[in-house]
C-alpha cells in the first residue's frame, strides 16, 4: 500500500494529507525522505565538476524537500495533536535526525565545497543574497563543528544526540504533567466564579470525561481561576500545581533532565571553542554578547521591581482588609490585582470579555493585514488534522499569497503555550513556492454552541502569532533558509510585537469588539477604560519575564549548576526578586529554553525586540495614521518580506533610519517614571 506522506501530494493547496495518513506511515516515509536526502548530498559531494554556487550551495537549498515536507506534517501533529504513538515517535526521531544533522555538517567533502566557495567569494559574482546564503551556510557548518575532528568531533556528535533526547523527553514529561493533573469544582466554588469561567471549567471537564466541572493547567484557565476565585485554600491548590509542573517526582520529573542539557551545553561550547553555551549562542544574535543582554534586562529591571514592590503594598493591604494574615503570596497576587483593578479602572473582566469573541477577533487581525499590505483571507476547505482546526486561502489582488492554518483551543492532545510554524515556507529556487503557515494557541473552547470569549491578554496573543504569520506569508526570497522567520532569535520577535500594537489602535476595537448576545459595539468609555489600563500590573508581568530571562542568562553564562533549583534560588535572591511573583517559567517548566534550543541562552529576545517594537509602532504614530500606507509598505519591504536576507540591524535601520534606544520599551510598558 503506498505511503500517502511519499506521493505527490494532489491536495488542496500542496497541505499534507492528513485525511490519509495514520500514525504508522510516518516511521517509513521519515526515514525514506533521509535516504533520499543522503542520496541528495551524495550527489553534491560526488559531483566531478569544481564547486559553483549551484551545484553545491543551491543543491543543498534542495536537498531536503521532501524531508522537511513529511518533518513539517509530522511536527505539527505531534505539537498539536499528541498521542502515544506520536510521542513514542518523537523519541524514536530525536537521535535519527540529531545523527543525520552530525552526518551532514561532519561531512568533510561536503564542508570543502563549502569552504571553497567561501574563499572565492569575491570572484563569483554572487547575488547581494547569494552571498549572504553563502555565509549564512559556511558559519553554520563552522558552529555545528565542520572544523573538528578525532575526538572532539565524535564527542560533539554524541553531545548534540543526546540533547535531542532530552529535550523531546522534557517536553513530553511537561505535557504528561499538564495532561494528568485536574482539580474539581464543588457547585458553591463553581458558583462563586464569573460565568465565562464557569463555562471553561465545565468545557474542561467535558473534554476530559470528569463528572462536572475541573481545572486544569491550561494557562487560559488556570489564571482566570486564580484571578477569580475567592476560595485562597483551593488558589494556592491550583497555583502550586500550576509551578511544580515537571517537579513532581516520578518518570515525568524534569529537574535532572535540565541539570545534565545545561552541562552538555556547557561541554558543546567548549569542544567548539567558546567560554560559555551565552558566548556560543549570542555570537550570531543582535545582542552579540551576554553583556549586552544583562544591560539590557538590568535596565528594565529595576524600575520594573520598584513598580511591583509599590504594587504588592497595595494588594497585601486588600489582602489583610479580607481578614487573611501573612504576607501576600503568589496564589494571592491575580486575585487581588483584579480586584484592584476593577475598583481603580472600573475594568470587570467577565463585562469585557464578551465583546472579545474569538470569531471577531480573527476578523480583526485579517482586517488590519487588508488595511496595511493588502491581504484577503477566504475560508476554504482542506484536508486537517483535528476538527477544531481552520483554513483560509490568503490573496492579493487575486494572486494566491499562502494558506493560513488557525488551531486555536486547548485540549489535552496539545502542548500549553502558543506558536506559529511554516508547514511550508517560501521559497522561488524550486518554482515559486508559498507558504503554508499555521498559528496554534490554547484558548479555553467554549461549551457547545456557545462564542468562544477571550480575554484582552489572549486577544494580544492572537495578533502576536499572526505577527509571525505575516512574517512568513509576506516572506520574498529566493532560498528556503532565509525565508520569513529564518531570522536573528532577538529579531524574529519584532514582527510578532508590533503587529500586537494595532489591538491597541480604537478604530479596530471600535468597529470588532461587539458583544457576543447583542451585537453591539463596547461602549466607548469602556473602550477608553481598556485602552488605559493597559499597562496595568505591568510591574507584576516585566518582573515574572525579566527574572525568566536573567536566569536563563546565568545558567548559560557560568558553570552548569549541578542543582538548577538551588541556582535559580540563589539567582532570584541575588536580584531581589519580590515575594508575591514567581518567575513566569520555572525552570522544570522552561519548554523555552529546555524543549530545545530555540530560545536557550535566548529568552531575553522578546525583549531585545519590544525595543524595537515600540520604537518601531511610534513611526505609524508620527505619521499620523497607524495604517500609512507608506510606512506599511517601507515595512513590508524592509523587515516583513525580507527574511534573512540581511543582518538583523541592518534591515531594521533600512525601515527606520536608526536603531533605538530602550527609552519607547519603559514608556511602553508604563515604567518610565519608575526609572
Excluded at 491581504?375 to 489582488?397: A, I, M
Amino acid at each position: 500500500m503506498t505511503n500517502p506522506l511519499l506521493t505527490d501530494w494532489t491536495t488542496p493547496f500542496g497541505l499534507p494529507p492528513f485525511d490519509a495518513i495514520t500514525d504508522d506511515d510516518f516511521g517509513p516515509a521519515v526515514q525514506a525522505a533521509l535516504n533520499e536526502a543522503r542520496a541528495n548530498i551524495a550527489a553534491i559531494t560526488d559531483n566531478p565538476d569544481a564547486p559553483t554556487f549551484a551545484n553545491t550551495i543551491e543543491a543543498l537549498e534542495l536537498a531536503e524537500g521532501r524531508l522537511n515536507a513529511v518533518l513539517g506534517a509530522f511536527f505539527t501533529v505531534a505539537g498539536a495533536d499528541s498521542n502515544p504513538a506520536r510521542e513514542a515517535l518523537q523519541r524514536e526521531f530525536a537521535p535519527m535526525l540529531s545523527a543525520y544533522g552530525s552526518e551532514i555538517t561532519q561531512n568533510r567533502a561536503l564542508f570543502d565545497r563549502v569552504e571553497a566557495l567561501w574563499t572565492q567569494r569575491e570572484t563569483l559574482d554572487l547575488t547581494d543574497e547569494q552571498a549572504r546564503v553563502l555565509l549564512l551556510t559556511r558559519r553554520g557548518f563552522v558552529r555545528a563543528g565542520a572544523q573538528l575532528e578525532g575526538f572532539a568531533a565524535d564527542r560533539l556528535k554524541e553531545v548534540k544526540s543526546r540533547l535531542s533526547v532530552l529535550g523531546t523527553q522534557f517536553s513530553q514529561n511537561l505535557l504528561a504533567d499538564e495532561r494528568e493533573w485536574e482539580m474539581p469544582l464543588s457547585v458553591a466554588d463553581l458558583a462563586a466564579l464569573p460565568d465565562f469561567v464557569q463555562a471553561a471549567a465545565r468545557a474542561a471537564g467535558a473534554e476530559r470525561g470528569a463528572k462536572g466541572p475541573i481545572v486544569t493547567l491550561s494557562r487560559s484557565l488556570i489564571v482566570p481561576f486564580l484571578q477569580f476565585s475567592p476560595n485562597r485554600d483551593l488558589r494556592r491548590q491550583a497555583y502550586e500545581a500550576w509551578v511544580a509542573r515537571g517537579a513532581n517526582g516520578g518518570e515525568t520529573d524534569n529537574r535532572g533532565i535540565a541539570a545534565e542539557i545545561l552541562e552538555l551545553r556547557a561541554e558543546r561550547a567548549m569542544l567548539l571553542g567558546y567560554d560559555s553555551f551565552a558566548d556560543y549562542k549570542l555570537e550570531t544574535e543582535m545582542a552579540g554578547t551576554p553583556q549586552a543582554v544583562r544591560d539590557l534586562l538590568m535596565q528594565v529591571w529595576e524600575p520594573a521591581v520598584t513598580a511591583a514592590d509599590a504594587d504588592a503594598e497595595r494588594l497585601q493591604a486588600m489582602l489583610h482588609n479580607d481578614g487573611q494574615t501573612g504576607p501576600l503570596e503568589p496564589w494571592d497576587w491575580r486575585y487581588y490585582s483584579e480586584k484592584r483593578r476593577r475598583a481603580e479602572h472600573d475594568l470587570d473582566e467577565g463585562a469585557i470579555k464578551p465583546y472579545l469573541q474569538l470569531d471577531r477577533m480573527i476578523e480583526a487581525v485579517f482586517a488590519c493585514a487588508n488595511r496595511l499590505f493588502g491581504l484577503e483571507f477566504q475560508p476554504v476547505d482542506g484536508p486537517l488534522y483535528h476538527p477544531d482546526v481552520r483554513l483560509w486561502e490568503v490573496t492579493r489582488k487575486g494572486e494566491h499569497v499562502a494558506v493560513f492554518v488557525g488551531d486555536y483551543f486547548a485540549r489535552a492532545s496539545k502542548r500549553s503555550g502558543a506558536w506559529c510554524t511554516a508547514m511550508r515556507s517560501q521559497q522561488r529556487l524550486a518554482g515559486e513556492v508559498r507558504p503554508i503557515v499555521i498559528n496554534v494557541c490554547n484558548f479555553a473552547k467554549p461549551e457547545a454552541g456557545q462564542p468562544a470569549l477571550l480575554s484582552y491578554d489572549d486577544a494580544r496573543t492572537l495578533f502576536h502569532e499572526f505577527g509571525h504569520a505575516l512574517h512568513q506569508m509576506l516572506s520574498n526570497v529566493t532560498y528556503e533558509s532565509i525565508s520569513g522567520t529564518s531570522v536573528a532569535r532577538d529579531f524574529v520577535e519584532l514582527p510578532s510585537q508590533l503587529y500586537e500594537h494595532w489591538l491597541e489602535v480604537p478604530a479596530v476595537l471600535e468597529e470588532f469588539a461587539t458583544h457576543a448576545e447583542t451585537g453591539e459595539a463596547m461602549p466607548a468609555e469602556m473602550l477608553k477604560r481598556l485602552l488605559a489600563a493597559s499597562t496595568y500590573d505591568m510591574g507584576f508581568q516585566t518582573v515574572e519575564y525579566v527574572a525568566s530571562a536573567l536566569v536563563d542568562l546565568e545558567f548559560h553564562e557560568g558553570e552548569p549548576p549541578a542543582d538548577p533549583m538551588q541556582k535559580q534560588a540563589e539567582i532570584l535572591e541575588g536580584l531581589g526578586m519580590p515575594h508575591a511573583i514567581g518567575m513566569r517559567h520555572a525552570t522544570p517548566h522552561f519548554a523555552h529554553v529546555f524543549s530545545g534550543d530555540g530560545y536557550s541562552a535566548g529568552y531575553y529576545s522578546y525583549m531585545w525586540s519590544e525595543v524595537m517594537d515600540a520604537d518601531a509602532f511610534a513611526a505609524f504614530d508620527e505619521a499620523g495614521d497607524p495604517f500609512d500606507p507608506a510606512l506599511a509598505e517601507k515595512l513590508e519591504r524592509n523587515i516583513l518580506s525580507a527574511g534573512g536576507s540581511a543582518e538583523a540591524a541592518e534591515l531594521y535601520t533600512a525601515f527606520r533610519g536608526r536603531m533605538p534606544g530602550v527609552e519607547a520599551l519603559l514608556k511602553g510598558r508604563g515604567l518610565a517614571d519608575a526609572a
